[in-house]
């Protein structure tokens, strides 16, 4: 059994101010969401104080970046060793990263490496372009990330099952306002969860949670959560509007709850 997962990526938006005004709002309503593992990913300046707001509730906080290197000579960046004081998560290789700021699948692997070590949890993301899905190049592209992201990390580490979320965010679906269908996305989840049989083996393939990510709103969640193969989801926009966001985790608790 898979728990659902959840999650909110709020990119570079919120103050410190504005971001503790979000927590406030979701707070009460979104601890006593029972079913489902929340997570929210704020900007960095605002980790430690949602940090404190959060002690003592069931949701839980992640990063949005992280460098591979553990400290050193590296103007404006953040560490593993930083983060892991402060959270309990980190998305490494959003297409943001990947194709604004150069992010190569190499140093995509060394984070999700330097995550592991540090025992922080990486949620993974990986995507197709709008030009790669529209040339019959999806399952290409998702295998060269996911195989890349995750080359010399051995199944031994059997935390890895544990610790490792994969995200599916088409690039062509990210702040588009229009999502994957859930039958396509769950094909590609699907996919992506035979590579990692492949890789690792059937079992720990089995037991990773995949989440879709992509234009996820209040009035499309239901499409991906009833898909036994969709996990959950990784929330953009409609993660800084705490109705939307409660009414997506909420659905989440309830779909996944049923039987299917
Ligand atoms: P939107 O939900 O705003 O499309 O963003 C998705 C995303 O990139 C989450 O990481």
Not at 59 to 87: P, V
Request: aromatic residues 6%.
């Amino acid at each position: 059994m898979r728990v659902p997962f959840v999650a909110g990526n709020w990119k570079m938006n919120t103050t410190v101010t504005e971001a503790e005004e979000l927590v406030y709002d979701i707070l009460d309503t979104l601890d006593r969401i029972k079913g489902v593992e929340k997570v929210l990913c704020p900007p960095f300046v605002s980790l430690a104080a949602i940090n404190m707001m959060l002690q003592g509730s069931s949701i839980k906080l992640g990063a949005q970046n992280m460098h591979f290197e553990i400290k050193g000579a590296y103007t404006g960046e953040i560490s593993s060793l930083m983060l892991r004081e402060l959270c309990e998560f980190v998305i490494l290789g959003h297409s943001e990263r990947r194709w604004y700021f150069g992010e190569t699948g190499e140093m995509v692997n060394k984070k999700v490496k330097a995550a592991l070590n540090q025992g922080l949890k990486p949620i993974l993301c990986v995507g197709e372009r709008l030009e790669e899905n529209e040339t019959g190049r999806t399952e290409e592209v998702v295998r060269e990330q996911v195989t890349t992201a995750l080359n010399g990390i051995k199944p031994t580490v059997l935390s890895v099952a544990k610790n490792l979320v994969v995200a599916y965010e088409p690039v062509w679906a990210i702040g588009a306002g229009k999502a994957a269908s859930g039958k396509q996305a769950a094909a590609t989840i699907k996919l992506i969860r035979s590579i990692l049989a492949e890789l690792w083996n059937k079992d720990i393939a089995q037991s990773l949670r995949i989440l879709y990510g992509g234009s996820v709103t209040s009035n499309n969640i239901v499409e991906f959560i009833s898909q036994p193969e969709i996990d959950g989801a990784l929330v953009g926009g409609a993660s800084l509007k705490a109705e939307e966001f409660l009414s997506i985790v909420n659905q989440t608790a309830e779909i996944k709850e049923k039987p299917v």
